[in-house]
């Protein structure tokens, strides 16, 4: 494909030569003469002098006389178009339902799906049209799936979620009444765990993206448009509302409000309401501001103490003693 052609597909514009020929993506390090790469971090600048790519997805701003650039406000996205002109989606080794796939018989399975060998659908649940459920995925009774979701290995959508009513140092198991919701365009990686309402639904809206190993307590609300990295855990009843942030290993106590737009620091414990367009880090989290100079002070108490001890010393032994 010619760099122009590819151009116009992916709504960026060529600086250089349009009549280079593309075949391929690669990363700026190995990267050949045939491949697009791209630029989205500055800390990554200096590899542009050193790159063999044909040509590069960088912003407006970027400059490099003698190569050929696709120059977009949004590089990795333009980067991603390109990708899937050039390399495709996954091929998948067949079509529809595995013959090893089990779908029960009261549950419904929307056109275009595929079902891996080892997926479990129960009854009555719905898979919508154009998902892609992986090995070893169990979708509870009564769930539903809505279209074009991508559900990685080993996940469990609807299981029973972890509810005990403790008398007299008992606990006594609650009835795990509802349902698990997930609306179209949803992706969620491998080893997740959705757990269905106590009454009601777990509900996850359209366009969010799961990583791996994520739990999702029973009667959660996750917006439209959400990113959830890996290992994070939100406790029951938690509400997140559009387009939040939740880096890696990020944990949410239950029946919290998280508003729009809302950025969490990984590794960040959350135990009160944020309000919208936050950006919060550390356990328990603050604005980040504040985390930010938490950590600076922390990391000088060291030498803090040093100086400390330093003053005792010089003091008097009554002075110190009082």
Same mark, same amino acid.
């Not at 030498?303 to 001890?309: A, Q, V």
């Given at each position: 494909?010619? +760099?122009?052609?590819?151009?116009?597909?992916?709504?960026?514009?060529?600086?250089? @030569?349009?009549?280079?020929?593309?075949?391929?993506?690669?990363?700026?390090?190995?990267?050949?003469?045939?491949?697009?790469? &791209?630029?989205?971090?500055?800390?990554?600048?200096?590899?542009?002098?050193?790159?063999?790519?044909?040509?590069?997805?960088?912003?407006?701003?970027?400059?490099?006389?003698?190569?050929?650039? #696709?120059?977009?406000?949004?590089?990795?996205?333009?980067?991603?178009?390109?990708?899937?002109?050039?390399?495709?989606?996954?091929?998948? !080794?067949?079509?529809?339902?595995?013959?090893?796939? &089990?779908?029960?018989?009261?549950?419904?399975?929307?056109?275009?799906?595929?079902?891996?060998? @080892?997926?479990?659908?129960?009854?009555?649940?719905?898979?919508?049209?154009?998902?892609?459920?992986?090995?070893?995925?169990?979708?509870?009774?009564?769930?539903?799936?809505?279209?074009? /979701?991508?559900?990685?290995?080993?996940?469990?959508?609807?299981?029973?979620? &972890?509810? &005990?009513?403790?008398?007299?140092? /008992?606990?006594?198991?609650? !009835?795990?009444?509802?349902?698990?919701?997930?609306?179209?365009?949803?992706?969620?990686?491998? @080893?997740?765990?959705?757990?269905?309402?106590?009454?009601?639904?777990?509900?996850?809206?359209?366009?969010?993206?799961?990583?791996?190993?994520?739990?999702?307590?029973?009667?959660?609300?996750?917006?439209?448009?959400?990113?959830?990295?890996?290992?994070?855990?939100?406790?029951?009843?938690?509400?997140?509302?559009?387009?939040?942030? +939740?880096?890696?290993?990020?944990?949410?106590?239950?029946?919290?409000?998280?508003?729009?737009?809302?950025?969490?620091?990984?590794?960040?414990?959350?135990?009160?309401?944020?309000?919208?367009?936050?950006?919060? #880090?550390?356990?328990?989290?603050?604005?980040?501001?504040?985390?930010?100079?938490?950590?600076?002070?922390?990391?000088? #108490?060291?030498?803090?103490?040093?100086?400390?001890?330093?003053?005792?010393?010089? +003091?008097?032994?009554?002075?110190?003693?009082?």
């Amino acid at each position: 494909m010619k +760099l122009s052609e590819l151009a116009k597909l992916i709504n960026a514009s060529v600086v250089g @030569n349009g009549d280079a020929d593309i075949t391929g993506v690669n990363t700026l390090d190995d990267a050949g003469p045939g491949d697009v790469s &791209f630029l989205a971090n500055p800390r990554y600048t200096d590899r542009l002098r050193t790159t063999k790519a044909g040509a590069i997805c960088v912003t407006p701003d970027v400059k490099l006389p003698g190569r050929s650039l #696709l120059v977009s406000t949004d590089p990795y996205h333009s980067f991603t178009l390109a990708m899937v002109e050039l390399v495709g989606q996954r091929k998948h !080794p067949h079509q529809g339902v595995h013959p090893r796939a &089990f779908v029960d018989p009261a549950a419904s399975v929307g056109e275009g799906s595929i079902l891996y060998p @080892n997926v479990y659908v129960g009854p009555r649940a719905k898979v919508g049209r154009d998902c892609i459920l992986y090995p070893g995925v169990v979708v509870y009774d009564d769930c539903v799936i809505g279209d074009r /979701v991508i559900i990685h290995a080993n996940t469990v959508i609807g299981q029973d979620g &972890f509810g &005990f009513a403790t008398h007299a140092g /008992v606990h006594h198991k609650t !009835p795990m009444a509802g349902i698990v919701v997930i609306e179209d365009d949803v992706e969620i990686g491998s @080893n997740c765990t959705v757990e269905r309402a106590t009454i009601g639904q777990t509900l996850i809206e359209r366009g969010t993206k799961m990583s791996d190993i994520i739990a999702i307590g029973h009667g959660c609300k996750i917006g439209k448009h959400c990113l959830i990295v890996s290992q994070t855990g939100i406790a029951g009843s938690t509400t997140l509302g559009d387009h939040v942030v +939740l880096a890696g290993q990020v944990g949410l106590a239950g029946h919290l409000k998280i508003g729009n737009m809302v950025k969490i620091g990984a590794q960040s414990g959350v135990m009160e309401d944020i309000p919208d367009k936050s950006v919060v #880090l550390g356990s328990p989290a603050q604005p980040i501001g504040d985390a930010r100079r938490t950590y600076i002070a922390m990391m000088q #108490l060291p030498e803090i103490l040093k100086r400390l001890k330093a003053i005792e010393r010089s +003091l008097p032994e009554t002075e110190v003693q009082s």
